[in-house]
Nanobody, 122 residues
């Protein structure tokens, strides 16, 4: 049974930083992309960032490129999202996701975490 457990959300002022973590368990994730989506109030869930099983391929939404960095620790089956220069419009519930693909950008992932709230105050 696949489990994705997020941590690291919280409240931060605009311009600040947060690091999200997602611990994956239940299978070998060497061939699974891990990544992040987010959903703001009243909006649809959107892709944020993705990293391939090998860690060699990353993808970012245009809105976070240059501010967010995704990485993974293959030994720990954990993916991280370092978020810098946060803006109020980054406020959302952030979901960890995974699927047996290279990138999650153009897919609806099979596996999802429960989500962690990120709130950026102005």
């Amino acid at each position: 049974q696949v489990q994705l457990v997020e941590s690291g959300g919280g409240l931060v002022q605009a311009g600040g930083s947060l690091r999200l973590s997602c611990a994956a368990s239940g299978r070998t994730f060497s061939f699974y992309a891990l990544g992040w989506f987010r959903q703001a109030p009243g909006k649809e869930r959107e892709f944020v960032a993705s990293i391939s099983g090998s860690g060699g391929t990353t993808a970012y939404a245009d809105s976070v490129k240059g501010r967010f960095t995704i990485s993974r620790d293959r030994a720990k089956n954990t993916v991280y999202l370092q978020m810098n220069s946060l803006k109020p419009e980054d406020t959302a519930v952030y979901y960890c996701a995974s699927d047996q693909v290279v990138s999650l950008r153009a897919t609806t992932p099979t596996y999802w975490g429960q989500g962690t709230q990120v709130t950026v105050s102005s």
